[in-house]
């Protein structure tokens, strides 16, 4: 009788620091988890079912900005490829007696576009229609820059999907 006891308080024991480390792991868990999500100015302490909604909210909503992001980058892929197809056939440069048709690259770098636009002095109008289209698409310009080589102008313009 004396050895059931000894086990049941032993196991009573076992069980107790078992539930302990769950519930301190449970503790870190959602500490972390609250560290990922954005900072609420609230001075009202929110309960741990309120603090598990608003994180699942905002997956929801970096779900969907990411989804809304995709479908926009895909849109610009398409529209470089069309622009890309439009010029492929235009061969011309510097070293061969002048460049005869715009050049156009479009380099995907993660969430953001490089287009590289070569054109000639007296065609402009090529890199205000990759501004509009950009623009059209819904990427933000986050930098454009020109430099004059010869007879030709180099356009560089730097965009982001939002």
Do not use: W
Request: aromatic share 4%.
């Amino acid at each position: 009788m004396m050895n059931r006891q000894y086990s049941s308080g032993s196991s009573r024991t076992d069980r107790k620091t078992i539930e302990k480390n769950r519930r301190e792991q449970m503790k870190a868990l959602f500490s972390k988890l609250k560290s990922l999500l954005p900072h609420q100015s609230s001075r009202e302490v929110a309960s741990l079912p309120d603090e598990l909604d608003k994180a699942v909210n905002y997956i929801k909503k970096l779900q969907i900005n990411l989804e809304k992001m995709r479908k926009k980058k895909d849109s610009l892929m398409r529209v470089a490829k069309i622009i890309k197809n439009n010029n492929a056939g235009f061969v011309g440069g510097l070293n061969d007696g002048g460049l005869k048709s715009p050049q156009i690259e479009i380099r995907e770098l993660g969430s953001a576009l490089q287009v590289v636009l070569i054109t000639r002095l007296d065609c402009q109008f090529m890199f205000r229609e990759s501004i509009r289209v950009l623009d059209e698409e819904g990427a933000d310009i986050v930098n454009a820059s020109f430099s004059v080589v010869e007879d030709a102008i180099l356009h560089i313009i730097h965009s982001k999907v939002s």
